[in-house]
């Protein structure tokens, strides 16, 4: 099984500074889905950004975007002008396109944002 | 359009008392997807359903947990003779089809704690 490693358990950023989220994958596959997803306290877990492995183009969604580096199986989340509204636990995730319909997600990273 | 919806919120039960944990996904959504997130944890994988086909429960960690998806819509997730190590958030997520692309939507969880 793919595994899925987010080294940063906790993470803080003053508003409206920049952060950068970790995440690196483990795969012998070439072609497969990334994710990052946002979970608030409130439980609910949101899309926030999605890759295509086949995309040499790194996804961008407003103030997010990903920085994808396939030979390195690294997939960081960078949040540009940080919001209160942004603090949460965000999650990294795979999907094979191949082996079944599992996603692997990793352990998050805790965002605290400092007024 | 409604979300992916899950009952109870919240549970308390006693050591070795059964448990059900509804999720009503997105209408017209095939895939369904339960997870558990425990304390500090990612999301463990543990059942999948696709339309017909037989579940994919790789990932139940013990014969306590079966879960079943009535008519290809409600699921439930049952776990018998509950234990305290089953304290966890319980979330359900479902996809609109097969297709790869396409992320999951959670639902906002149960959390059930085990006296």
């Known amino acids: 099984a793919q595994t899925v490693t987010q080294s940063q358990p906790e993470m803080s950023v003053q508003e409206a500074e920049t952060v950068t989220l970790s995440c690196t994958y483990d795969?012998?596959?070439?072609?497969?889905?990334l994710f990052w997803y946002k979970q608030p306290p409130s439980r609910q877990m949101i899309l926030v950004i999605r890759?295509?492995?086949?995309?040499?183009q790194n996804a961008t969604e407003n103030r997010f975007s990903v920085n994808f580096q396939k030979a390195a199986k690294s997939f960081s989340l960078k949040i540009s002008d940080s919001q209160l509204g942004d603090a949460a636990m965000y999650f990294c995730a795979y999907r094979s396109t191949n082996t079944g319909n599992q996603f692997y997600f990793g352990t998050g990273t805790s965002l605290t944002v400092i007024p | 359009g409604a979300g992916v919806s899950q009952s109870p919120s919240n549970k308390v039960t006693e050591k070795g008392k059964d448990v059900e944990l509804r999720c009503d996904p997105i209408?017209?959504?095939?895939?369904l997807y339960w997870y558990r997130q425990s304390l500090g944890q990612g999301l463990e994988f543990l059942i999948y359903?696709?339309?017909?086909?037989?579940?994919?429960k790789s990932g139940l960690p013990s014969d306590r947990f079966s879960a079943e998806r009535t008519g290809g819509s409600v699921s439930t997730l049952t776990i018998q003779r509950t234990q305290q190590e089953d304290s966890a958030v319980y979330l359900c997520?479902?996809?609109?089809?097969?297709?790869?692309?396409?992320?999951?939507?959670f639902g906002p969880g149960t959390r059930l704690t085990v006296l």
């Open positions: 795969t012998s596959e070439s072609d497969y889905y």
């Open positions: 359903f696709q339309g017909n086909s037989a579940p994919d």
């Open positions: 209408s017209g959504h095939t895939a």
């Open positions: 997520a479902s996809r609109p089809s097969v297709s790869s692309y396409n992320e999951q939507f």
């Open positions: 890759q295509e492995a086949y995309k040499q």
